[in-house]
């Protein structure tokens, strides 16, 4: 599969991956489902593979074995915690097997507790030889800024629609009409496009129409079961919910909306709470 969009971005670092002068630590930073962890791991397959080849599966992991790189996500707890950061460490001073690089990806880093963030910034003060390390973040609000200013940050924009429905005609086999409906939605986010066509996005979309438009009752039993799924994203559902909420025009209370998926980009809130609250402003 091909990258889609940040040309530019990706020949700055095969530039400097060919004239071996890469920074051993970037940030990659913009909105959610842009391409970022796809570039990243594209890079690591070019380091061991010379390859820009997509290699991101639907989850947005690797969907082929990387000796010399490591992805770190938020857990259950939707944190990165220091215990975490400690074997990214010990990975990182282990020699490389086939890369010229032993390079760790942070997936969500605004999710480093503050101890998993200082023992990141003395990795990255005082890195082992050949590290790499790339951050990855929506926004850079809760990377303390001394942690910053270790990484070189490169800004991610949204992909212009044209080339998503173009990428989702080529590379992901859809017609025309379907591509062209789905990247008009996708509000200039390739991985949200791709996402719209998925069963876990449509089971989303049809809970959120129930959580929106359905009865008291039926709400109520809705969120029991939501907040049981084991893989819940809070964020992802009210996206949904917003999206729905702008179609159909039958909510009020925009400003909680809004204030609350903000939040959700940015702390680990309790859905069953915000959701109970959510539903007594509709």
Not at 24 to 47: D, Q, S
Not at 208 to 234: C, D, M, W
């Amino acid at each position: 599969m091909n990258i889609i969009g940040h040309d530019l971005h990706r020949a700055q670092l095969a530039n400097l991956v060919d004239k071996q002068s890469l920074n051993h630590a970037y940030l990659f930073w913009g909105p959610a489902h842009v391409g970022k962890r796809a570039l990243a791991l594209a890079l690591a397959n070019y380091l061991e593979n010379k390859s820009w080849e997509d290699i991101s599966d639907a989850e947005g992991l690797p969907n082929k074995v990387l000796v010399d790189c490591s992805v770190l996500t938020p857990g259950i707890s939707q944190t990165i915690g220091i215990e975490a950061i400690r074997q990214a460490q010990e990975f990182l001073r282990q020699k490389p097997n086939r890369s010229a690089y032993r390079m760790v990806i942070v997936d969500n880093s605004e999710a480093l507790t503050h101890e998993a963030q200082d023992a990141m910034l003395k990795i990255a003060e005082n890195p082992p030889e050949s590290t790499l390390i790339i951050l990855m973040s929506q926004s850079l609000e809760l990377l303390k800024p001394t942690l910053i200013s270790r990484f070189q940050a490169l800004y991610f924009g949204g992909v212009p629609t044209p080339l998503i429905v173009d990428w989702l005609i080529k590379d992901r086999g859809l017609s025309k009409e379907s591509a062209t409906k789905l990247a008009a939605r996708s509000f200039n986010q390739p991985g949200r496009a791709l996402n719209l066509d998925s069963e876990k996005f449509k089971k989303r979309e049809s809970d959120a129409r129930k959580f929106l438009l359905g009865s008291r009752i039926n709400r109520k039993t809705l969120l029991k079961e939501l907040v049981r799924e084991e893989n819940f994203n809070f964020a992802d559902f009210l996206d949904s919910v917003i999206e729905i909420a702008l179609v159909e025009k039958k909510f009020t209370g925009w400003h909680e909306l809004l204030a609350l998926r903000e939040q959700a980009t940015f702390f680990n809130l309790n859905p069953r709470i915000q959701l109970e609250y959510l539903a007594t402003q509709l």
